[in-house]
């Protein structure tokens, strides 16, 4: 009978030695899961905010403010003035990163007229957590104010011609709402006069736009006016892609035209380089509203610097981003229209001499250029 209480004796000092391990282990476990914890509330308390504002520790203090910035730029069209303005975009974000010692990472695509493709575009810089967005040309600016109603992310648009006319914003000086931007305005009356130094003898006269462009209308319905109160005939004719542009144009030459306008209109500039001989041929001077226009085979492009434009929108969105700027206050940029660049080759073909033009050209202009025809600019550097 001694046996088996010694046994049983034993039996429970073994089973109050395994719990007295089991409670070591769990308080050993508790101990690094309180450890644990205390650390990862330490770490909040030091990490940036969930809008990756300002650092805050856990005395509450600031420490450092956020240094990487998330652009979305979607371009309307694969054209010379507009990839010049991306590419002056993109240029002049790199400086400012270099400067002030912040990262954009730039997410850029190009819708090329298509509406489809433009809301998947906006789309997808939303749901990559875009800090503000870049509509170049109207079109895009108009979605990506839709598209931002609810979330106001900052639009600063690029190269719309007439941002109140389109409802961009409520005045140039005051947009009063989430977009402002760079305007690449026409000054429709000085193109006119160019066009009249050029001829004076002008009696008709061909309008060739997109119907469907909203940076067109305000500019065509000026020409209209001056033309007509001159006492010219106006033809109009429009299109709304590439082959109903080049019929359009042809029209015009069939029409008797002395000389064609065109204001900045990018269905017409996707389209010039399928034009311009049918023009050139006609002997008819196609005046247009952009550099590119002439670069393209027109014979005139006046207006805005596009590269200079790029840049300006790349300090506004910077101002925007690491400034704090209000975009429904910051003034939409103009700039003057005054750089006459004129196609040297088209001079030739119809038979206008360069320097004569020039000095005609030189009391109404802050710049007279020359340039040949190319598909881009590179190629003409």
Not at 36 to 46: E, G, N, P, Q, V
Not at 68 to 76: E, T
Not at 347 to 373: H, M, N, R, W
Request: net charge negative.
């Amino acid at each position: 009978s001694v046996l088996p209480r010694r046994s049983s004796a034993m039996e429970r000092m073994v089973r109050m030695g395994t719990t007295t391990m089991k409670m070591k282990r769990f308080f050993t476990v508790l101990t690094a899961a309180l450890a644990a914890s205390a650390t990862l509330i330490s770490l909040a308390s030091c990490g940036k905010t969930a809008g990756g504002d300002a650092e805050t520790t856990a005395s509450g203090s600031t420490s450092g403010t956020k240094n990487s910035y998330r652009i979305g730029i979607c371009n309307y069209v694969d054209d010379a003035s507009l990839n010049q303005i991306v590419e002056n975009i993109q240029a002049r974000l790199e400086e400012i990163s270099a400067e002030k010692g912040v990262q954009f990472v730039i997410d850029y695509d190009n819708c090329n007229a298509d509406a489809t493709v433009m809301e998947q575009i906006i789309a997808n810089f939303q749901s990559s957590g875009a800090d503000l967005l870049v509509g170049v040309a109207t079109p895009v600016a108009m979605r990506m104010q839709t598209a931002t109603e609810d979330s106001q992310t900052p639009v600063v648009f690029a190269a719309v011609s007439d941002p109140i006319g389109a409802g961009l914003v409520e005045s140039l000086e005051a947009p009063g709402s989430n977009l402002t931007g760079t305007s690449d305005y026409l000054d429709t009356a000085a193109m006119m006069n160019l066009m009249f130094v050029q001829n004076p003898d002008l009696q008709k006269v061909g309008l060739l736009y997109d119907l469907g462009q909203d940076s067109a209308a305000s500019a065509i319905e000026s020409a209209k006016a001056y033309l007509e109160d001159k006492g010219v005939e106006v033809i109009e004719r429009t299109g709304t892609s590439v082959d109903e542009i080049a019929l359009a144009a042809q029209a015009l030459v069939s029409d008797g035209v002395q000389a064609v306008f065109t204001p900045t209109d990018n269905t017409v500039m996707k389209s010039e380089l399928t034009i311009y001989e049918t023009f050139a041929e006609a002997g008819i001077p196609h005046y247009t509203g952009a550099d590119s226009f002439a670069l393209n085979g027109a014979f005139l492009g006046y207006g805005v610097d596009y590269a200079n434009l790029g840049v300006e929108t790349a300090n506004m969105i910077a101002s925007i981003l690491l400034d704090g700027a209000d975009p429904a206050a910051t003034a939409v940029k103009t700039f003057d229209n005054g750089t006459a660049t004129i196609n040297t080759e088209i001079c030739e073909q119809l038979g206008i001499d360069f320097d004569e033009l020039s000095e005609k050209f030189a009391p109404y202009c802050t710049k007279v250029q020359s340039i040949v025809t190319a598909e881009s600019f590179d190629d003409v550097q």
